[in-house]
Nanobody, 119 residues
Framework: QVQLVESGGGLVQAGGSLRLSCAVS????????MGWYRQAPGKQRELVAR???????NYADSVKCRFTISRDNAKNTVYLQMNELKPEDTAVYYC?????????????WGQGTQVTVSS
């Protein structure tokens, strides 16, 4: 049974910072990608940042130079450091992992964590 447990959301003023964490538990898998998506009210879920197995990362244009994604392979944990937060960053943030088991890859999602940025 694979589980993704997120933490670190909350309320912050514009210009502030938050750090999200997502720990993957389970066994018998390798991780292809780990990343963060977000969904604001009335909008579609969108990619925020993703880190690939080799360590390369890509970001949404709206968060480049403000957000940093990182990964601790020993802990199967991915982090999202969010700096210079803006009210438009307000959303539910979801952790996503693409895991490999044998020849099959599976997508898993966390339960979501609310990030609210006040102006």
């Amino acid at each position: 049974q694979v589980q993704l447990v997120e933490s670190g959301g909350g309320l912050v003023q514009a210009g502030g910072s938050l750090r999200l964490s997502c720990a993957v538990s389970g066994s018998a898998f390798s991780i292809n990608t780990m990343g963060w998506y977000r969904q604001a009210p009335g909008k579609q879920r969108e990619l925020v940042a993703r880190i690939i197995g080799g360590g390369s990362a890509n970001y949404a244009d709206s968060v480049k130079c403000r957000f940093t994604i990182s990964r601790d392979n020993a802990k199967n944990t991915v982090y999202l450091q969010m700096n210079e937060l803006k009210p438009e960053d307000t959303a539910v943030y979801y952790c996503n992992c693409n895991l490999q088991r044998g020849l099959v890859a599976w997508d898993y999602w966390g339960q979501g964590t609310q990030v609210t940025v006040s102006s």
